[in-house]
C-alpha cells in the first residue's frame, strides 16, 4: 500500500531576503603599495663605452657645471666606473657633478684673477665652446652603473649681476 | 571612405543573377539609383500563399549580401576609429611630455639656480645630444647592450602587514575591486601598464564603531616584501608605478631561493623625481633597482602616505 501526502497549509509570511548594507567609515585612511610592472632583462655589456655630447655652447657663457644622477650599485667593486671629461675652448678638464659627494673640480669658471679653489677650474676667457664626454665602464659583462638627468648648467657672470 | 567595394559587390551579385536567368533582377540590381542602396526589398506575404523556394533563396541571398556590406562597413569605421585614437593618444602623450619637459625646466631653474646662484640656465641632455654607442632606456644612460634577452619572472610570494589588492574601497556606489581588481600578483609581470598589483594596509581611528577584521587602529604604513624568481640570473630589475610615493627598504637576493642576504637596506623613494636634487646615488624615477646577479630577488616596499580613497565595508542585514 502506498501513501500519498499533500500540503494542504501555507503561511502570508513572506520571506525577507537579507540585505547588503554599504557602512563608510570615515576615518579610514588607505595605505598602498601599487605595481604596474616589474621587468627584467639579460643584458650583456661592452666593457666601456664613450658618449660625446653635441657643441653645448650657443652664446659664450662665463661658467659651466655638469648636473648628473649616477647609479653604481654598492657591491661593484671600488673604483671608477664613470668619467666625465668637459672639453671647453678645446682644452679638455676632467670634471665631477657639481651634486656629487666625491672631490674634483666641478665648475669651470671664467675669471681674471688667479685663484685656486678645489672645486673649480678658472680659466682666462669665456666659454665659447664645450662637449661632454662620459666614459662607462661596465661591472663585469652582466652589470653597469646607469646615469640620469644630465644636465648642463651655464652662467652669464657679471651681465647677469653673478660674479 | 573609401565605398567602391559595395559597388564591385553589387556587380558580382548582379552578374550571378544574371547567370541565373534571372535578368530582369540582374538589371534592377546594376541600375539602381542609389548604388548603397540595400538590395533586400521586403514584400509581404499573404497568409494563404503558397511560398516560392526560389524567392526564398533570392531573399536570403540579398540579405546577406547587405549583411557583407554592413559587416564591412562596420570594420572599416571600426580601423578609422582606431587610428583616430591612437593619434589622438599620441598627441596627447606628446602634450604630457612637453608639460613634464617644462616642469622640469622650471623646477631646475628652482632647484639648481637657487642652490648655485653663478648658474641662470639649465639644460637636459637627452640621448639625442650625444654621439657615440649609448644606450638608454627612457632617459637613463647605460654602457652599450651587446646582446640582451628579456627574461620571464615570476612572483613566487607576496608577504606584509595587510591585504592584497583594493578591496573595501569604495567609489561612486560601488566597489573598485569590481572594476579594477588588483589581487592578482601575475599583473606585476604581465608586461601590461594597464593592469597593476597593489597591497593595502587600512588604519581607522579607534573611535570608529563599526569595524571589520583587517581594519587597524594605529599609523603604521602598509610594507610587503615581493619574491621574484627569474628564469635566468638577472642584475637589475625595472618596477614601474604611477606612485610617487612608494618607498624601497631593503633588496635581498638568494643563489638557491632559500637563504636571502640583504643588498640594499637604505630607504629610497625610488619613483619620486624631485629627490635628484638631493640625492646623487640613485636614478629616481626610473624604477631601475640594481643587485648582484641572481634568480631570486626580495624586494621590501612600504607607502609613504594614505590615498583619499572612500573607505567602506559591506554586511547582509538578516533580520526577519
Redesign the interface.
Known sequence: MALNFKDIAYTDTETKKPEAKVVEIKSARRHVVRISDIEAHRKQFQSETKMKSRELIRVPVDSIALFCSEQIPTHFANQKYVTYIMTVNGVDYEIEPINSQRAGKKIIKHSELDSDQPYAVYIKESIKSAYLTIVIQSHGVTETPYLSNIKILYGRGEENGNV | MDRSFVKSLREVHAAKYAEEGNTERAREIATAENPYSPLFKPREVHPEEEPSLDELNMFLSDIGHDLTIVNKELALSGDKFKSLMEDTKLRLNKVQRDIAIEEERLR?LNM??GD??????????TID???????DIE?????????????R?YVTDVKGN?YEG?Q???KNKQWLSAIRD?TDRN???????S???????????E??K??FSL?NFDN?????A?T?T?S????????????ED?ILKEVSVSDDGAVYRT??QDEIAFNKREE??RN???????G?I????SRYVKLL???D???D????????????
Open positions: 631646475d639648481l639656480c648655485h646662484s653663478e648658474f641662470d640656465t639649465v639644460e637636459t641632455l645630444d650625444f654621439e657615440g654607442g649609448a644606450s632617459g637613463v644612460f647605460h654602457a652599450v647592450v651587446v646582446e640582451d634577452a628579456k627574461t619572472l595587510g583594493n573595501y574601497v569604495y588588483t599583473h606585476m609581470t604581465d608586461g601590461s601598464l593592469t597593476a598589483f597593489e597591497y593595502s594596509r587600512i588604519n581607522a581611528d573611535s570608529e563599526a569595524v581594519m603604521i604604513e602598509a610594507e610587503c615581493i621574484l627569474a635566468y640570473p638577472i642584475s637589475m630589475v625595472q618596477v614601474l608605478s604611477d606612485m612608494i643588498v640594499m635628484i636634487y646623487q646615488s640613485q636614478t629616481f624615477g626610473s631601475i640594481c643587485f648582484p646577479a616596499f612600504r607607502s602616505g594614505y590615498t580613497d572612500k573607505i567602506a565595508f559591506s554586511y547582509y542585514d538578516a533580520k526577519m
